[in-house]
């Protein structure tokens, strides 16, 4: 399968992108619609031939029988025995999903419920601090606990009518009191975010929110909350069981914004918006599980993907939203995908035999264009850009400005696709320039484009479209799991940082000596020791 992609990979490595348009067709051939959004992989140098290739490794990897085992609550996660259901988090209906033969349903729609009557009390004040109502909301987690919630009140912040939200993750101490230090601890809610309420970084920056909180108020439980998979760890922390809003360990920590770690989310944009991006979610559900696979708008995401990194071997792949408020999108999805499926053996323990999911990366346009985008255009290494543009912004009467936004968003994929040979740019310096000046200045204005690049355009940020785009690269990831043959579900591979950073932190307070670490990591805590406090 991969051999017979490879051998087509070859065969069109020196084929112009471009000269597939005179297909005239293409354009609408080699793109999804769907939910009324449109991907575009036209500006790729897929063709039918290799698309149906591409398509035949998903019948291989039997794709299908894995996604309905997913959805209907098959343990899916092998090394960890688990379910993976974050589906039923947006699973707004109510139709049983089972899970060793329990609906699972009645809890979740219990759980959202619960999560509704708090945000709704916190908004209008029904719930207050000590202070009267709540003006700050200080989401404390890492990884799955805060890249979600965070990504989406920065993309959501025209809904945005609740109180102000914080996200803290990082155990730099500067992260927290920043933040502490723009909040009045007596009109400050903490909610701490932690599937397993054991994570290092957001225990420690909740006990420093609760001491800062303590010094200004008597009854500092009145406000804390706390999403966990761990009641009794919370109970432990001070916080009443009403104040917890509980979740399943079939809902793992990246795809968790669904469920009670989005609460700081619906805090902030209200329970209606959050259930509009709920059915988002859903929506892309219903399109993922019944869509023939060339209409399926995940799983051609995850071909194209695949096409250009486990095929052509580019490693990296940027991800370049021209919508300044999915600015963290990038950072999200490299929690999304990195963690999924950055794994080097299949389920059984297997090698993989081909490269596991690539390097994501990126930054909202135009800003890119005047950083990075010079190596995306005249670098030695190819990098598929992913582009996402919206037909409209929020932004009444600066309508021009977005318009230029989008141009700038087509120019880019185009002159990618196209660039520029010698001829031409002989023509853009010839007169300034003569003789052997003129060829060496216009080599560096030659651009050698046939630079693959897809295109996901939408109408509105919306909370609808936001969650039609977040399920979409989730099950993007699962396709592409499933593919390589891949547990997207767990993370065994951030565990070996986490034991080590627990043994060196005695050595790091001069408790004990560095004997047995390597030279260069005692000479480190050296430095670090002598030049510190
Ligand atoms: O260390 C990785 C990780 O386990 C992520 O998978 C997870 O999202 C994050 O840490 C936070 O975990 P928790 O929600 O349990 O604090």
């Not at 149906?52 to 899916?76: Q, W």
């Not at 023939?292 to 792949?317: E, I």
Request: aromatic fraction near 6%; charged fraction near 25%; hydrophobic fraction near 40%.
């Amino acid at each position: 399968m991969w051999d017979d992609l490879k051998t087509r990979a070859d065969a069109v490595a020196e084929r112009r992108i471009e000269t597939l348009f005179e297909d005239v067709g293409r354009a609408r051939d080699f793109s999804v619609s769907a939910l009324g959004m449109l991907f575009d992989y036209a500006k790729t140098n897929i063709d039918a031939p290799t698309r149906d290739a591409l398509i035949a490794l998903l019948d291989k990897a039997d794709v299908a029988g894995r996604r309905e085992a997913m959805f209907t609550g098959a343990p899916i996660n092998e090394t960890e025995g688990r379910a993976v259901l974050h589906t039923a988090l947006r699973n707004l209906d109510g139709a049983a999903v089972t899970v060793e033969g329990q609906d699972v349903m009645p809890e979740v729609l219990d759980t959202l419920k619960r999560m509704e009557d708090f945000a709704r009390a916190v908004r209008s004040g029904a719930i207050t601090g000590q202070g009267g109502a709540i003006t700050d909301v200080i989401n404390i987690g890492i990884g799955g606990s805060d890249l979600g919630p965070a990504m989406a009140a920065t993309a959501l912040a025209p809904y945005h009518d609740g109180p102000r939200c914080h996200f803290v993750s990082n155990v730099d101490p500067a992260d927290i009191a920043d933040v502490l230090a723009a909040c009045d601890p007596e009109t400050t809610l903490v909610i701490v975010a932690s599937k397993t309420f054991t994570t290092i970084e957001t225990m420690t920056n909740a006990r420093t929110a609760k001491d800062w909180m303590g010094q200004a108020v008597s009854d500092t439980g009145a406000q804390f909350a706390a999403l966990s998979t761990a009641a009794d760890k919370t109970a432990d922390f001070g916080i009443a069981p009403e104040r917890v809003f509980g979740f399943e360990d079939w809902v793992g920590g990246r795809y968790s914004m669904w469920g009670p770690i989005g609460l700081s989310l619906m805090i902030a944009i209200g329970p209606e918006a959050f259930r509009a991006f709920l059915r988002g979610g859903e929506a892309m559900d219903r399109h993922f599980r019944a869509a023939p696979w060339q209409q399926n708008m995940p799983v051609m995401l995850a071909l194209v993907g695949m096409w250009h990194n486990q095929v052509l071997g580019h490693a990296t792949r940027a991800v370049l939203p021209y919508d300044n408020r999915l600015a963290r999108l990038p950072a999200y999805l490299q929690q999304l995908e990195m963690e999924s499926n950055g794994k080097g053996v299949s389920m059984d323990g297997e090698d993989l035999g081909v490269h596991s999911g690539p390097v994501v990366w990126g930054e909202p346009g135009t800003n890119g264009q005047h950083a990075f985008y010079q190596l995306i255009h005249q670098g030695t290494r190819v990098v598929p850009c992913e582009f996402l543009v919206a037909a409209e912004g929020h932004e009444e009467g600066l309508e021009h400005q977005h318009r230029l936004l989008i141009a700038n968003c087509l120019a880019q994929s185009e002159a990618l696709m196209k660039g520029r040979d010698l001829d031409e740019a002989r023509a853009k310096v010839a007169g300034k320039f003569e003789g052997d000046e003129l060829e060496r200045q216009a080599k560096h204005r030659v651009f050698p484009g046939n630079r693959p690049s897809t295109t996901l355009a939408y109408p509105k940020l919306d909370p609808e479209t936001l969650g039609k785009i977040i399920a979409l690269y989730e099950h993007r990831v699962f396709v592409e799991g499933a593919v390589l043959g891949i547990n997207s579900y767990d993370q065994w591979g951030v565990e070996l940082g986490k034991e080590l950073a627990t043994a060196l932190q005695p050595i790091v307070d001069g408790k004990e000596s560095t004997d047995g670490k390597d030279g260069s990591t005692a000479q480190l805590v050296g430095f670090l020791r002598a030049n510190g406090s």
